[in-house]
Each structure stands twice: as structure tokens, then as C-alpha cells.
């Protein structure tokens, strides 16, 4: 089985730029963390962040929907964060050069540039490194450089690239860090995982991995670093913030890694934890650690990197992985600082230390729980380690089961009446959920049992939700820093509603919330469709696309729709399935269309996906279901990345 | 009103201060289950339940007329639905949501089972109890959210409680009755926690300190009747957009003006129950409940009284054998509980010299 | 010593206080219903009316920006936020207006 390797590192945050500077902090156990400079901090509850020294004495705007103001790359730090650790990475891999439209860039992000653009800055680094194939970005808060990674492995396995930069980026911005003050969990003092006081310290940072099959780095001599096993991914659907204090969450989400690797959680060496700092987090991570990690022995050591680089967001995955992949080529692993013992609760002997400890590392995982319950886990090891990789390849065809379009501009569906609980859904939460339970067709009733851990919610975005977003700001303009909603910051980010969905409805299996800008849903279907056919830790994937129309955007989409994919297991040969997807650059629609076609010459019919999500999938399956078409093939051709799905009906 | 025997003051100061251990032989059991079970409770529920998996939800049963016939936990467990109710018996219990299903939901497939024969509820309550609790039934407990259940081995336990305090209800099979109480004397000798035997009279003085709601509290008043969660202040746990048995007279008594309001009150003196209360010569109200309170070392009481009044703060006066006894109305909770200054992740009982 | 209470004044005060309370709880709550039915001993977390930690900030916040009173401490909060009495007695207590 072929395994991924990664052999390029990029870097930039709180403790410089390069991964020598990074090499040097670990070494020296020196932490970013210190008085913020860019904005007032001074009604906040801590004035510490992690700021990239590189934008050191430039001011930045107000961020926010309702800035007219072109936005350009000189505005946030963001792009060129992102810019200078992808270019770090790609210079040190060292490919050799890949066919055209064969590299390709998935990249993670919270914020993005200004709350705006998520998908854009895959774009823009694409661009700036040559990469001509795919760009995809995710946006699940913390957990989205961690996904974008498994994700960049994921294409590589399927063929959909030769090479993959993976990793993500996110800029300290004022109304964010009023969001997470207001939420009550910025610490005083520096960030001290596992240890007193409580709380986190925000950072911003960059972090790019270059991923190759293991046989191609091999074949061109290429060192790496790590080689890259599996993934893992859940959903809490427990609360907008707060994780779910049984921790079961990130627990399905490491039984996910561990399964895709084909790895026992006995055999694992170390732990690189999400450790916010927070008392909830910690806390909680660490019972699952030890009570997944820790059957029969001494939980493998812990360590909180948050430490040093403050809580760098959707950054955060790659930039801890890269400290810790800096350590294990010199046998140690990254330094937990300011602990001063521990919380209640959480480890002492296995937290590390304030330099990094010699320990061999042979097979690790790297943890994040993100806002919205969105759980992600990597597993990663030594670059000897060969690949156990289990990708099931299962016989049954990836079906159609429900379908369904909600529309914002007419009357909004009685959520109360279906049985979910409306209160605090905006609207992008409340269309989502709407249509997820019509399309599941069990009148709303969420799932229970094995039903509901087997059930995920594969959701295409491209903004964040207008409504909140929109709500948080304005309290932001009227009432200052201090009149910060906490429960709009909350709802704003851009997997909340896919956060908010699965709560209702008790969807707890594998959540990722994906965007290209225009084709986000079809993205999320061919992702759910490979999943499903690839795994076994699911047994059905919601996939949906939602949308809030802005002011003075006519072409904007307006409500949500849903498709509800299963393994064709029990009828065979009937009803709608997928038969095929494809993932292309951009502006590629015969190489996408190639690659979801597979042997077939081509579809009965080509559906062009006009940005209204999912829209034209639910059209396309209408089509076969009335029986006019055998196959249609679905393509989205304006996105970051080009997007095709084919659909077929079975024979009656 | 008799006078508090020195034992109920040891329960509740007990309670308040560590834990009790009830037998809650005043909770009906019962277990929903089938296709439409979850379609009977919603209709019977005053609110709509909204119930994800292993959640509780507080409600009411109504009578046609709007009066409250049960206060209900209705929990969704793994196996089907869970009624833990005071008010009605099982027998009555059972009876009425059969009615119901059979009135509303013909050849529904609903199945309702009391529980009584298999097992007996048990009640663990105090600043300590989730302490106690998860010595018995493991750390899973301490993650448990207000208005859960979780299931160990064979016992069912729901975080709720009426008192204030930390609350559990374990549902223990009646066979393992015995030995779950030696494991619960093992587990609180070994954490040091005082664990109080505490009877249903010591209960309800802890709801009635804390303004919670108790269906023994209830008594026929000519003021208004029958009392309905408008008067008793429960429609929190009302969803006037639903329908529900009992919906259409709790519409029209909304809908006719509401004149009574019940009302937390302290005195300083015994306030006999029934008797009528007094702003200067005015009768404003009567009194629906009133006892010791161990706590407060005051009485305490519910009072029905016009709405005009029925606002904390208020001084009003109420007769009894012994002379006029001033009463004031008093914000609830009347008392600032222990629970609230524990974290069970900080504190333990042996450390909690650190809680306050 | 305080003076004697003018209870048609105080009264007339606590109703008026009530509507505002309820009326800013109602919309945190995105209370569909009228914010009249709110009880006025309904807890405000937990049971009652099941706010939680998130809701606790948009109170605070709209107890300082909507009713002009700012809660203090640990305590304060803790015990000026249990039912939506409390939070009426906290307001009336900022404006002079309690017994």
C-alpha cells in the first residue's frame, strides 16, 4: 500500500519566520507570546498574543462585512503568512517538476483575510508557488489546517496530484480576539496548557507541509521528515464552544485516525494535543487520551504547543505539526512552557518539559477541537514507518437517499414543528438544518445510537454566515469591544451552521466544512462520496450547501439543499447513485469531467452548477429519478478548483 | 402547621451541607417505548421536548381543565423513553397516557410499562452528591450535564434534582437494591462524605427554600381553579404554540386575565396553610404552603396572591391563633446554595474548606 | 432608619422593571411567545428558563447597554442572575427604587 510522505516545511508565527528560527525556539524553550501592538487591547481580558514579528510595525483596518474597500493582500497579514511559509515549504521539498494541473494546494483557514475570502488565499498562494491543479480550502475553525492535511493525503492516494502543499494560515484580527474575550477564555498570563492560570492565548501563523507518495520521494531521492497515515474526523454536536464534556468526540475522531492508519492506540509514542490552555479543553482532551491511548499502560507523553506559539487558529494543526516534525528528525519531542503543575484533572508526568524531551517517536497523533465540535486527528510517524493503510474498497456503489432544497426567500420552514429546537440557529443554521431534515426524511427526530455516530455532515461554504457575522460587528461598531456578543462571535464562523446542524439533528460522525468559492456543495459530495466508499467509520454522509444572500449581491444563493449518501448495500441496481467524481484546477472542466467519467465516453446530460449549491444536484437527480437521463454528470467550472460528479441510475 | 422536629433541621442542614440519600418512593416510573412513543410524550407534554439522545426534559402533564396532574421528567434513554413523575400513581399514570394514546394517536404502537416491579428510585442530593455518585458509579458522572441520563451497568441515573443542590435520581433494580446501598456506605466512608438519610419532608423544605415547583404543595384554592402553570409559574415549561392535553383551558384562562400569582414569603412566626393575607385591610391573598425552613431559620411558604401584589419585597400581614404575623414576599432562590460554589473538577468534600 | 414604604410607588416600579427584564430576556432567548408569559421566579439557568454560558454574556451586556447597570464580581453575578426576580432587584437596587 502506498504510504504519504511528507518532504518540505514551512513556517511562519509568534516565534518568527523559517523553520530555522522555529528550530532555534524549540531548542532554547522560548515562547511568541507578548503585549499585542496592532490593535487596543485594553477592554480585552488579556492585552498577549502571538504576533508574527514579520508585520511588526504596520497598522491593519477594521475588519468586517461591511468594508467597501477593496481588499487587498497589503491590508491583513495573511497572505503573505501564507505566501512565505508555502514558498519555505515548496523551496525545501525540492520537487521535481510535476506535469501540469498535477500539484495541488489544500489549505485551512478560520478567519480568513478579514473575515472575507476563504477562498480566495488558496488561490493567491497557488498562484505564488506555480501549483496549476486543485485548491481547496477548509474552514472547521482549529481543526482546519489538521483536515486539510488528511485531505491533501487523500488526494494524492486517489490520483488527483502528484504533489500536495497542505497546511493553513490565519492573522490575529481585533474582532476576533474581542470574540474569544468575550467568550471568557483568554488567559491573564501566557498560555499554560494543562497547568494554572487557565485560559488561552491567541497567535497568528502559517504552516505548509509538502505531501508526495512515499514511492515518488523515494524514486527522486527526496528526505522527509514524516511519513503521513490517516485520518480521523467527528462531530461533538454538543455546543457552539463548550466540548462535549464526555470527550466522546475527539474520541471517535482518534478511533478514526488509528483506524485509518490501520494503527492499535497502543503503539502510539506521543500526542500532540490541541491543549488550548483552557479548563475545559484540557481537561476533557486529556481523559480521552488516556482512556484511548491508555488501555493497559502509562498514556504516551503530551505536549501543549500552544505554549509557544499562542493559539494559532487555522494555522494551528500544521504549525504544531511542524514543531513537532522538527523535533522527531533529532528524537525529541516539543516542550509543553509555563507549566507550573498541574490543573485538576490533567497529566503531570506526561506533560513535557520546558525544552524538548528526548523521546523517539515512531508513530504520533496530533489532536484539534475546533468551535462548532468539529474534531480532527492526523495520525503521523517516523518516515521509515511503512504505510498499514486500510482503504476499504467497498463493492457497493455510493447511493442517493434524500434530497432536499430549502429555499430563504419563502416562508421558513417550523423547525419547532419538525422537532428541532430553533432557539439560537441564525438563519444559515436554521436553512441547513431544515433541509437536513428533510432530506434524512425521519420527520426531524435527531439520531440516536449507532445510527447517529455513523452519520456525518459533509457541508460546502463560502462565506461566513451573514446573519452572525453581521450581528457581531454591528454590536462591535455600536457598543465598542465590550459590547461583543459572544453568541454571535460564536455563530459566525464558517462551519457553525454545519456545527449547529449536527447538534440538532445528533449527526456525530465525520463533519468537514470545505470551500472553492462557487461549487463548494459539489466539492462536498465527491469528498462525502469518497469517504464513504473508501471507509468504514461511516455508513452515511449528510452533504449539504448553504448560503445567506448578502445585501446588493442578487447572484448570491439564498436558503440551503441537501443530498443524504449511503453504501448501496441492500438495492443494489435501483434509485440514483454516484458513480463518479472528479477533482481538476481551476478552469479545467474537461479534466474534471475525465476523471468523474472514468471509462464512460460521456453523460446523457452535463448540469452546469451556477453557484447555487447543491441545487443542480438535487436538479440532476430529479432527472434520473423521472428517467429522462441515465447518467448526468454535474460540473462546477468557477471555482477555486474544478469540480465534476456524475450521477447514474441503477437499472429497475 | 406542626412544629419542625429536630430531626427534619439534622436532614436538610445534612443535605445542604454534604448529601442525602432518599428513597423516592414518591416518583411514578415509567418506560415509553415503541414506534410512536416519542409522538404520545410530545403530546401529552406541555412543551415540546426536543429530546437528543440520553437528554431530559422537565414538563407537565395537564388535566382537561388545565390543572397540573404530574411534574414529569421525560428522559430519552437507549432503549426507549423514561417518565420519572410526582403526582399520579402508576397505575393512574400508566392509565392516563394509555387514554391519551388511544384518544389521540389510534393504533398508535406505544407501549407503557410502570417500573415499580423491577425497580426503586433512589435519591442522592447535596453539594457533594456528584461526588458520592460517581464513587458509585465511576467518573463518567462528573461529565454529566444537568438534565441527562446516564446508564451504568444496570443502573439508570438522571442529573436533575428539586433541592438547589447537586441532584441524581438512580433507577436501581430491585434485586441489587441491597448491595448498591453497602457499595454507597463503602464509597462515602472512603471520601469522608456524611451521607444523610433524608425523608421526603426534608425535600420538599428544600424546594420550598428554593422556590421550586412540588406537586404536594398543591391544594384546592377558591382564588383559582384549578391552579394552572400560569398561576403556579411554571409556564416556562409551557409552549402556548402547542397543543397538548390541557392546551385549550390554559389558553382561555390566559386569555380571560390570570388574578392570582404564587409568591415565595418569609415570616418570622408559624403562618397557618389556607389562611388569608392582608395589605393594611385589604385581603390580597392565601397562603398555599408554609413550614420551617432549617436554613433560613424562618418560615417559608408559597402564597397565592392578586397579582397586583404578587411582586418580592412586599410586607404583608397574615392572622393566625397567635395574632396578626408580619409576612414579606422575598425573591427566589431564597437561599445561596453550596452547589453553586462547587466545581466538582476543584473541590472535593475532604478539600472543601477551599469551596467558600 | 429607611423611610416608610410607598407600596402603590414600589409597585407600580416592579412592574415596569419586570417588562424591561422580560423584554431583554425574551429577545436573548429569541422567545417567540409574549414576553408577558415570562414567570417572573423562572430560574434563569440550568432549569427555568435554560440559559446558558453563552446567553450569560448577551445578560450582562444587555444589562449594561439596554438597562444601564453593570454587574461586578464573581459573586455579583452569580447571585444577581439566578431568577428573573434577581435580575429586576438588581436593577431596581442600581436605580434606588428597592425597599
Not at chain 1, 40 to 56: A, K
Not at chain 1, 124 to 144: D, Y
Not at chain 1, 254 to 274: E, P, T
Not at chain 2, 17 to 34: I, N, P, Q, Y
Request: aromatic share 4%; glycine share 10%.
Amino acid at each position: 500500500m502506498d504510504g504519504i510522505v511528507v518532504t518540505g516545511l514551512g513556517a511562519a508565527s509568534a516565534l518568527g519566520t523559517g523553520i530555522e528560527v522555529h528550530r532555534e525556539a524549540l531548542r532554547s524553550g522560548r515562547d511568541g507570546l507578548r503585549p499585542v501592538e496592532r490593535f487596543d487591547t485594553s477592554r480585552m481580558m488579556t492585552r498577549l498574543g502571538g504576533m508574527w514579528p514579520g508585520w511588526d510595525g504596520r497598522v491593519q483596518p477594521e475588519a468586517g462585512p461591511d468594508r467597501d474597500l477593496a481588499s487587498t493582500a497589503a491590508d491583513f497579514p495573511l497572505h503573505e503568512l501564507a505566501l512565505v511559509a508555502a514558498r519555505e515549504a515548496w523551496d525545501d521539498a525540492r520537487p521535481r517538476p510535476v506535469a501540469p494541473r498535477r500539484s495541488a494546494l489544500v489549505f485551512g483557514t478560520c478567519f480568513g483575510h478579514g473575515f472575507r475570502e476563504f477562498h480566495a488565499v488558496a488561490h493567491r498562494v497557488a498562484a505564488g508557488l506555480g501549483i496549476t491543479g486543485p485548491r481547496v480550502t477548509i474552514s472547521t475553525a482549529c481543526a482546519s489546517s489538521t483536515n486539510a492535511i488528511g485531505l491533501g493525503c487523500d488526494l494524492l492516494l486517489r490520483g488527483d496530484a502528484d504533489v500536495v502543499v497542505a497546511g493553513g494560515a490565519d492573522s490575529l484580527l481585533r474582532e476576533a480576539f474581542a470574540g474569544f474575550s468575550a467568550l471568557g477564555v483568554l488567559s491573564a498570563d501566557k498560555c499554560a496548557p494543562f497547568s494554572e492560570p487557565a485560559g488561552t492565548t491567541l497567535g497568528e501563523g502559517a504552516a505548509f507541509v509538502v505531501l508526495e507518495r512515499a514511492e515518488d520521494a523515494a524514486r527522486r531521492g527526496a528526505r522527509a521528515w514524516a511519513s503521513i497515515h490517516g485520518y480521523g474526523l467527528s462531530a461533538d454536536g454538543f455546543h457552539e464552544t463548550t466540548p462535549d464534556p464526555t470527550g466522546a468526540g475527539v474520541g471517535r475522531a482518534i478511533r478514526g485516525a488509528l483506524a485509518s492508519a490501520g494503527w492499535d492506540g497502543a503503539s502510539i509514542d506521543f500526542v500532540s494535543a490541541h491543549a488550548t490552555g483552557t479548563t475545559n479543553n484540557d481537561r476533557i482532551e486529556w481523559s480521552v487520551i488516556a482512556r484511548e491511548l491508555g488501555a493497559g499502560r502509562e498514556p504516551p507523553p503530551v505536549s501543549g504547543s500552544k505554549s509557544q506559539l499562542g493559539h494559532t487558529q487555522g494555522a494551528a494543526g500544521a504549525l504544531e505539526l511542524v514543531l513537532c516534525l522538527l523535533c522527531q528528525r533529532e528524537g525529541t519531542i516539543p516542550p509543553t512552557l509555563h507549566f507550573q503543575g498541574p490543573r485538576p484533572g490533567c497529566p503531570a508526568p506526561p506533560v513535557t518539559t520546558s525544552r524538548p524531551r528526548v523521546h523517539p517517536v515512531e508513530r504520533a497523533l496530533k489532536l484539534s477541537a475546533a468551535f462548532g465540535g468539529a474534531n480532527a486527528v492526523l495520525a503521523y510517524g517516523a518516515p521509515e514507518v511503512h504505510s498499514t493503510r486500510r482503504i476499504a474498497a467497498w463493492r457497493a456503489r455510493v447511493a442517493v437517499r434524500g434530497v432536499a432544497v430549502v429555499d430563504g426567500a419563502r416562508d421558513e420552514l417550523d423547525l419547532g414543528r419538525i422537532g428541532v429546537d430553533p432557539r439560537r440557529l441564525d438563519r444559515s443554521a436554521r436553512w441547513l438544518t431544515a433541509a437536513t431534515a428533510l432530506a434524512l426524511g425521519e420527520g426531524g427526530r435527531p439520531l440516536r445510537g449507532e445510527a447517529s455516530v455513523r452519520t456525518g455532515l459533509f457541508v460546502g461554504a463560502t462565506r461566513m454566515p451573514e446573519e452572525s457575522s453581521r450581528r457581531c460587528h454591528e454590536a462591535i461598531r455600536l457598543h465598542g469591544v465590550a459590547g461583543t456578543s459572544a453568541a454571535a462571535f460564536a455563530r459566525m464562523s464558517v462551519n457553525a451552521p454545519a456545527g449547529a446542524c449536527s447538534r440538532a439533528l445528533g449527526l456525530l460522525g465525520p463533519t468537514t466544512t470545505v470551500t472553492v468559492g462557487p461549487g463548494s456543495g459539489l466539492l462536498a459530495i465527491a469528498l462525502a462520496a469518497d469517504w464513504l466508499a473508501t471507509r468504514d467509520d461511516a455508513d452515511r454522509l449528510v452533504v449539504g450547501a448553504v448560503e445567506e444572500r448578502r445585501p446588493s449581491h442578487p447572484e448570491d444563493a439564498d436558503g440551503a439543499a441537501c443530498l443524504v449518501l449511503d453504501r448501496d448495500l441492500h438495492e443494489p441496481g435501483s434509485g440514483v447513485y454516484v458513480a463518479g467524481w472528479g477533482i481538476a484546477g481551476p478552469e479545467d472542466p474537461d479534466e474534471a469531467s475525465r476523471r468523474a467519467l472514468g471509462e464512460l465516453p460521456r453523460a446523457d446530460s452535463v448540469l452546469v452548477d451556477d453557484g447555487q449549491t447543491c441545487v443542480a444536484a438535487a436538479r440532476a437527480v430529479a432527472e434520473l429519478q423521472a428517467g429522462t437521463a441515465r447518467t448526468v454528470l454535474v460540473l462546477s467550472p468557477r471555482g477555486t478548483s474544478t469540480v465534476a460528479v456524475l450521477f447514474a441510475r441503477g437499472a429497475r | 402547621m406542626s412544629p419542625p422536629t429536630p430531626d427534619l433541621e439534622k436532614q436538610v442542614h445534612g443535605l445542604r451541607a454534604s448529601a442525602g440519600l432518599s428513597r423516592a418512593d414518591h416518583v411514578t416510573m415509567l418506560h415509553v417505548e415503541g414506534a410512536s412513543a416519542f409522538d404520545l410524550l410530545e403530546y401529552a407534554s406541555t412543551r415540546r421536548l426536543y429530546l437528543r439522545e440520553s437528554q431530559v426534559r422537565h414538563a407537565l402533564l395537564l388535566d382537561d381543565h388545565g390543572g397540573v396532574f404530574a411534574d414529569v421528567y421525560i428522559g430519552s434513554g437507549d432503549d426507549g423513553f423514561y417518565v420519572l413523575a410526582e403526582g399520579p400513581g402508576e397505575a393512574a399514570l400508566t392509565a392516563w397516557l394509555e387514554t391519551a394514546r388511544d384518544r389521540q394517536l389510534p393504533g398508535a404502537s406505544a407501549r407503557i410499562r410502570g417500573l415499580s416491579a423491577e425497580r426503586v428510585c433512589l435519591g442522592i442530593d447535596g453539594p457533594y452528591a456528584w461526588e458520592v455518585v460517581s464513587g458509585l458509579l465511576g467518573p463518567a458522572v462528573l461529565g454529566m450535564p444537568y438534565l441527562t441520563l446516564l446508564r451504568r451497568e444496570e443502573v439508570l441515573c438522571l442529573r436533575a434534582g428539586k433541592t438547589g443542590e447537586y441532584g441524581y435520581s438512580l433507577l436501581v433494580p430491585r434485586a441489587e437494591v441491597d448491595a448498591l446501598l453497602l457499595r454507597l456506605d463503602e464509597v462515602t466512608r472512603t471520601l469522608g462524605i456524611p451521607l444523610v438519610p433524608v425523608e421526603l419532608e426534608a425535600l420538599d423544605a428544600c424546594a420550598l427554600e428554593n422556590g421550586h415547583f412540588a406537586m404536594r404543595t398543591l391544594r384546592a384554592s377558591p382564588l383559582a381553579h384549578p391552579l394552572t402553570p400560569i398561576e403556579l409559574q411554571l409556564q416556562w415549561r409551557v409552549a402556548y404554540d402547542k397543543d397538548f392535553i390541557g392546551a385549550e383551558a390554559l389558553r382561555r384562562r390566559r386569555a380571560e386575565g390570570p388574578t392570582v400569582r404564587a409568591t415565595s414569603f418569609t415570616a418570622g412566626a408559624p403562618v397557618p396553610e389556607g389562611a388569608t393575607l392582608h395589605v393594611d385591610d385589604q385581603n390580597v391573598g392565601e397562603v398555599l404552603a408554609a413550614r420551617f425552613s432549617p436554613t433560613l431559620q424562618a418560615w417559608v411558604g408559597s402564597a397565592l396572591l392578586k397579582r397586583r401584589f404578587a411582586h418580592p419585597h412586599v410586607p404583608l400581614s397574615v392572622s393566625s391563633d397567635a395574632g396578626p404575623v408580619p409576612v414579606l414576599t422575598r425573591t427566589t432562590p431564597l437561599v445561596d446554595n453550596l452547589s453553586l460554589h462547587v466545581d466538582p473538577h476543584k473541590h472535593t468534600f475532604a478539600t472543601r474548606e477551599g469551596a467558600r | 432608619m429607611s423611610p416608610p414604604l410607598d407600596l402603590d410607588l414600589y409597585l407600580d416600579r416592579r412592574e415596569h422593571t419586570l417588562g424591561e427584564v422580560r423584554r431583554l430576556l425574551a429577545s436573548i432567548l429569541d422567545y417567540r411567545g409574549d414576553p408577558a408569559d415570562i414567570d417572573p421566579d423562572a430560574s434563569l439557568f440550568g432549569t427555568g428558563l435554560g440559559l446558558d454560558s453563552l446567553d450569560a454574556v448577551e445578560v450582562l451586556i444587555g444589562l449594561e447597554i439596554d438597562l444601564g447597570v453593570r454587574l461586578e464580581g464573581d459573586d455579583a453575578m452569580r447571585l444577581g442572575l439566578r431568577s428573573v426576580n434577581a435580575v429586576v432587584d438588581v436593577v431596581m437596587r442600581a436605580r434606588g427604587e428597592l425597599p
